[in-house]
């Protein structure tokens, strides 16, 4: 079974390296200023005459309170009406780009994400539908992957209706942690009863998925604790569950400065606090889909895995990946064909460069052929957790072992230590190393030796 996970200590410790996640390789460390506005009009008249589906990422930025922990790119403030300016700057934008795509690319896969989505009024929120709807073609048969983040603090019944009409189908839950003591060491109180009402409302208003975000590695956690909050959210059955590792870099995000390092746990408590979680999910039915992810097994994840459909992008694990992804809002990032792009990261430098028509694009990548080639290896590799090499071969007709030859050391390395199977056919990652398949991606990472691994987090 694909979702047989065996911990094996010594080699937790030996492989726990800092790494890409890949949500993309090159990962977004490789990207550049040289790529720009040019390069996105071209991928967009490329997805256009092949008539790719779209998947579309909307970043909205605002945040009414801070949690020490995060790291994604936000705006802090109690004044709603921040919001206006930059919704009317998102709005060209999202007009900018569907004027050079075809009304026939049909919206596959729509998220919300940030920030706090629902920091938004409900008629921001219907004003922004409308304008993706008017721009591109949203499915209106609920057939879509439609979703949105949401803070329970910042939603109600009525916000979960408003949604749901709205054609979200899918929401992601940011629960982090329970215990009252972790949760002021964070700056994040939440009840769990808040949490609930969400929940129940997406029940009985018919979303078809429910994810929960946990955070293992907080302030003033122990493996006691954080057991008990994962007891709770057992019992809230959420169709999917994210089990992060919290990285403390308080060098590179400011908030995390307000985190007292003394309260933080130590490296063996954290291996218990996810051993123990493995465990407690693994009993109540949850599969391990890979990278912190777990699923019901009749969830899709789980079954596209099961099919070899699963794939990997700026979203995380997919199964749409063959879609051209679209970013939307500052800091976003697209992948279109063999282009990633990001928009600028500074929310008034976004806002200024499209009051003068212009896409906001800063920075990104063209794949050359040899990345193409290590994406497709890394992406069977961290969603199957296996690596054929003739279909490897056919697809950019190579000879693998020939192509890779100076990796074969590490890979035997890897083999004799028990984290893979390796043949002249395949490489498996054996269930004490699927906890670590990271690690194995990194083999094949052609730009690894050349990052800063601080700019990482550690697979474990």
């Not at 938004?120 to 609920?142: G, T």
């Not at 996810?274 to 407690?280: A, H, S, V």
């Not at 992008?313 to 679209?326: A, K, M, P, R, S």
């Not at 230590?417 to 498996?428: A, C, Q, S, V, W």
């Amino acid at each position: 079974m694909l979702d047989a996970i065996r911990w094996d200590t010594d080699l937790i410790r030996r492989y726990d390296l800092a790494g890409p996640r890949y949500t993309s390789y090159p990962t977004a460390v490789q990207f550049d200023s040289q790529v720009g506005t040019f390069d996105l009009f071209h991928a967009l008249r490329d997805s256009r005459k092949a008539l790719r589906p779209l998947s579309l990422y909307v970043h909205v930025p605002f945040c009414a309170n801070v949690c020490y922990y995060c790291a994604c790119n936000k705006v802090i403030t109690k004044d709603r009406g921040r919001a206006l300016p930059y919704l009317q700057r998102l709005e060209q934008e999202i007009q900018l780009i569907a004027c050079h795509l075809d009304p026939a690319q049909k919206v596959e896969q729509l998220h919300f994400g940030g920030g706090t989505p629902t920091f938004l009024s409900h008629v921001e929120l219907r004003q922004l539908m409308a304008q993706l709807r008017k721009s591109f073609n949203l499915l209106d048969d609920d057939s879509g992957d439609y979703g949105i983040e949401i803070d329970p603090r910042e939603a109600d019944w009525a916000t979960m209706g408003l949604l749901r009409e709205l054609g979200f189908n899918r929401v992601s839950i940011g629960l982090q942690d329970l215990d009252p003591a972790v949760q002021r060491a964070v700056n994040r109180l939440q009840s769990l009863e808040e949490t609930r009402a969400v929940i129940d409302a997406a029940r009985t208003l018919q979303f078809r998925s429910i994810n929960i975000d946990l955070i293992y590695g907080l302030p003033r956690q122990t493996p006691e604790n954080f057991a008990r909050t994962v007891d709770e959210v057992i019992n809230l059955q959420p169709d999917r569950l994210s089990v992060f590792n919290y990285a403390h870099l308080p060098e590179r995000f400011m908030p995390q400065r307000r985190i007292n390092s003394d309260e933080l746990p130590t490296p063996a408590q954290k291996l218990e606090m996810l051993q123990g979680t493995i465990e407690q999910l693994t009993k109540a039915g949850y599969r391990y889909i890979g990278m912190d992810h777990f699923a019901l097994p009749d969830d899709e994840l789980a079954i596209a895995q099961e099919e070899s459909t699963l794939q990997r992008n700026f979203q995380g694990y997919t199964t749409h990946g063959h879609c051209d992804l679209i970013g939307l809002g500052v800091s976003a990032i697209s992948q279109i064909g063999d282009l990633y792009c990001q928009n600028s990261s500074d929310l008034n430098q976004y806002q200024n460069t499209l009051a003068s028509a212009q896409l906001a694009t800063s920075r990104g990548l063209l794949c050359n052929a040899d990345d193409r080639l290590r994406r497709a290896v890394i992406q069977q590799l961290i969603c199957t957790f296996s690596l054929e090499f003739a279909q490897i071969e056919q697809a950019f007709n190579i000879d693998f072992q020939g192509y890779f030859g100076e990796l074969w050391p590490q890979l035997q390395r890897m083999a004799d230590d028990g984290l893979i199977k390796l043949d002249n056919e395949r490489i498996t990652v054996l269930p004490a190393g699927r906890l670590l398949v990271r690690s194995v991606c990194m083999v094949f990472d052609a730009y690894l030796e050349q990052q800063n691994r601080q700019r990482f987090s550690r697979v474990i």
